[in-house]
């Protein structure tokens, strides 16, 4: 679920992005010969850059649910998610250089900063975490993990060879 998250992010915040960017330097695409969105179809560039920016806001709410960061990252992710989409509503009803800039202008910094509240929601929500849900420094945490079938019983087994300590011989464990 992580990684669909963050590759969504990575996937739909880059058609913003090249189309936005594409849109102001569409004519130097039309002169090299180049079938770009942003020159055979103006609408259709604005419309994919909205639709994937609307796409970002249920993506971001559902990272809390994946664990990997405080709910408050949710409310966070919308009101920057919302920003982004209402520059790429303005693209999609107005295309043009100022419109386009804007958004390309934006992109560039959407991801740090969207980055940098998924990690301050991290530390927060391991801040705050109680005993329970601090898994690593539970004693218990291997055992919960692994089945006693799996993991040793005791911590001589994971090494064979046995070191005696009293007679200082070090000997083999029994094949």
Not at 62 to 91: D, E, K, Q, R
Not at 147 to 154: E, I, M, Q
Request: net charge positive; proline share 5%.
């Amino acid at each position: 679920a992580v990684v669909s998250t963050q590759s969504g992010h990575y996937g739909r915040g880059q058609f913003p992005h090249f189309n936005s960017l594409s849109f102001n330097v569409r004519q130097d695409y039309c002169r090299a010969g180049y079938n770009m969105m942003s020159v055979t179809d103006v609408a259709l560039n604005a419309r994919v850059s909205l639709r994937n920016t609307a796409a970002l806001i249920p993506l971001c709410m559902a990272i809390p649910f994946t664990g990997i960061s405080h709910c408050s990252f949710s409310f966070y992710s919308v009101v920057v998610n919302t920003y982004f989409t209402y520059l790429a509503w303005n693209f999609y009803k107005s295309p043009n250089k100022q419109t386009a800039r804007e958004l390309f202008r934006f992109s560039l910094v959407y991801l740090p900063i969207l980055f940098g509240f998924l990690a301050i929601g991290y530390a927060f929500k391991e801040r705050t975490a109680t005993s329970e849900e601090k898994h690593h420094s539970d004693k218990h945490y291997m055992k919960d993990l692994c089945p006693s079938s799996v993991l040793p019983a005791s911590a001589d087994q994971l090494c064979p060879v046995s070191h005696k300590a009293s007679s200082g011989n070090v000997t083999s464990a029994p094949s």
